[in-house]
């Protein structure tokens, strides 16, 4: 299985991004989801997390209230929002997956995703 990121770039404080992840086969129906972003010099952390069906979704508290995690099981995608994006938002961001029977539950460890995309570089200047 392979995961694809996209849709980093350069932009303001204050400007908004969506990040994507496709899946390489339907993975996204029996897969917990997750982002994840490593800024330089820092070690890689949670930002968001939603279970199989996305109705269910936790995130880190630097984020919460202005990205927003959603997914697309028919076009096996995973999306970040990010809006009023902050200049330590600044990092490479990674989406994740980890196949599970139970609908219900999201993950927040890292140790925990099995399948990884490549990363995306988010650049906000001030």
């Given at each position: 299985v392979q995961l694809q990121a996209s849709g980093g770039g350069l932009v303001q404080a204050g400007e908004s991004l969506k990040l994507?992840?496709?899946a390489s086969r339907?993975?996204?129906p029996v897969a917990a989801m997750a982002?994840?972003?490593q800024a330089p010099g820092k070690e890689r952390e949670f930002v968001a997390g939603t279970n199989r069906s996305g109705g269910r979704s936790a995130y880190?508290?630097?984020v919460k209230g202005r990205f927003t995690i959603s997914r697309d099981n028919a076009k096996n995608t995973l999306t970040l929002q990010m809006n009023?994006?902050?200049p330590e938002d600044t990092a490479?961001?990674?989406c994740a997956a980890r196949e599970t029977p139970y609908v219900r539950s999201y993950y927040i460890k890292m140790d925990e995703y099995?399948?990884?995309g490549q990363g995306?570089?988010?650049t906000v200047s001030s």
């Open positions: 994507s992840c496709v339907s993975l996204l982002w994840y972003r880190a508290d630097s009023s994006l902050k490479v961001y990674y099995g399948y990884w995306t570089l988010v």
